[in-house]
């Protein structure tokens, strides 16, 4: 089916990997390890203000802990098998590792972010509080400024082997 290709991962990707695995760990230690003090009614949906306007059991905090799973498993998933990738140049024998290691490079974003999110707002439900919108904006905007950064970069010329960390 896929070509599961040996990438090698670099010290960024290792941390934003570590810190992607221990948010998504997050996601469900935080409200089993609160339970108790979550409110019977938490929010479940915020307005563009960051405000709550829908509210729900406190069980209800488990879907976005599971949504989130559904992500960081299909963006790790997705990072082995370079073969299904999207990319925005042509892959040839002399730019192939310089654009895999790009973009396993922007998958490791996407997911840091992605976990990051979705842990603000697990916290902010369980606590009850509103979202602060300049938070989720800011991560959105870093989210697409990183698919752009990783994108532009696999066009260029990759460096020498010797250049490359």
Known sequence: MFHKEKLTTTPYQKVLNLLSFLLFLGLFLYPVLIWSKIPDEIPTHYNFAGEADAFGSKSSILIPSLIGALLYGLLLFVGHFPDIWNVPVKITAENKDWVYRNIKSLLSTMNF????????????????????????????IFLFTSILYFCLRCKKTPPSPKDVS
Request: charged share 10%; net charge positive; hydrophobic share 55%.
């Open 113 to 140: 972010l992605i976990m990051l999110l979705y842990f603000y707002i697990n916290y902010r439900s369980a606590s009850q509080k509103d979202l602060n919108p300049v938070i989720i904006i800011g991560v959105i």
